[in-house]
């Protein structure tokens, strides 16, 4: 599934993400989510994904669809933290955006959880 991923998200990124199939759109999600843990972590996923709550939910749904169940859940969770998102006028700090919405401080618990994942789930 490695090379699959890594195929899929070098079309998106040369072809752009609307030019692939549904399928591979789903593949691209998750690679782009793996890319995106691996540079930084979870919270740098959402700090460079909010607000498009709609992506992160897809990104979870083909997670699911392709067996990635525990990374999913995980996602999931986090994603739920931020229900109700909207960029803040005026802006902020993303350390100020953490404390509105994730006050307990779960992003860095999810993101310990992800990073125990053998190979995010990926057989």
Do not use: K
């Amino acid at each position: 599934m490695h090379t699959q991923l890594a195929e899929v998200f070098d079309r998106g990124l040369s072809d752009g993400v609307d030019a692939l199939s549904p399928a591979d759109r789903e593949l691209f999600r998750i690679q782009d989510f793996i890319i995106e843990h691996e540079m930084g972590s979870l919270s740098a996923y959402f700090y460079n994904r909010l607000p498009d709550l709609d992506g992160i939910h897809a990104a979870v749904a083909a997670m699911r669809r392709h067996g990635l169940t525990e990374l999913a859940a995980l996602l999931d969770e986090a994603a739920g933290l931020f229900a109700g998102y909207a960029d803040p006028d005026p802006p902020t700090t993303w350390e100020a955006v953490c404390r509105r919405y994730d006050p307990a401080g779960r992003l860095d618990e999810l993101d310990r959880r992800i990073g125990a994942l053998d190979n995010y789930g990926l057989e």
